[in-house]
């Protein structure tokens, strides 16, 4: 069992720049690929940004490669998003996910999500 906990979000304006955090319970965070997706309004819930047990294997979405990098602590049992050059199309209320297996894009192979961090970006 696997309990997540999002924090990070806010308000920004356009351009700006916000680090997502989600911190696992457990102690067997480095056997988890670690997932980030994103939910608009009125919208489904999408890929944004996934990585591997190790690290090594990074994955974006195309809307966000280049601006956003996820990285992971499992020191500290703890994965990052880091959004820089934020645009208002980027609103959502951004989710972590934990998936006890390779890293997956997919959002229906996470087995443990957590509550969610509103972002909202300004025009």
């Known amino acids: 069992q696997v309990q997540l906990v999002e924090s990070g979000g806010g308000l920004v304006q356009a351009g700006g720049s916000l680090r997502l955090s989600c911190a696992a319970s457990?102690?067997?965070?480095?056997?988890?690929?670690m997932g980030w997706f994103r939910q608009a309004p009125g919208k489904e819930r999408e890929f944004v940004a996934a990585i591997s047990r190790n690290g090594a294997g990074k994955y974006y979405a195309d809307s966000v490669k280049g601006r956003f990098t996820i990285s992971r602590d499992d020191a500290k049992n703890t994965v990052y998003l880091q959004m820089n050059s934020l645009k208002p199309e980027d609103t959502a209320v951004f989710y972590c996910a934990a998936r006890g297996g390779i890293v997956s894009e997919q959002k229906r192979e996470y087995d443990y999500w957590g509550q969610g961090t509103q972002v909202t970006v300004s025009s």
């Open positions: 457990g102690r067997t965070f480095s056997s988890y690929a």
